[in-house]
């Protein structure tokens, strides 16, 4: 009896949705990182830094 109850009180699925939450969340970055990374800002800085290293 101790041990179903045992396994009635484990949190063995509980590393299913941490890992869950962690990708969804690790998409929203770099889905973000991706909006900066694109924008014309950051861009043209990039297109700068890139010409300066290569005059």
Same mark, same amino acid.
């Given at each position: 009896?101790?041990?179903l109850l045992g396994r009635l009180?484990?949190?063995a699925g509980m590393n299913t949705a941490e890992y869950a939450v962690g990708t969804i969340a690790a998409v929203a970055f770099?889905?973000?990182l991706l909006? %900066? %990374?694109t924008s014309d800002q950051v861009r043209a800085a990039l297109a700068a830094?890139?010409?300066r290293a290569l005059n």
């Open positions: 009896m101790r041990r009180r484990g949190d770099a889905g973000l909006k %900066v %990374v830094i890139i010409q």
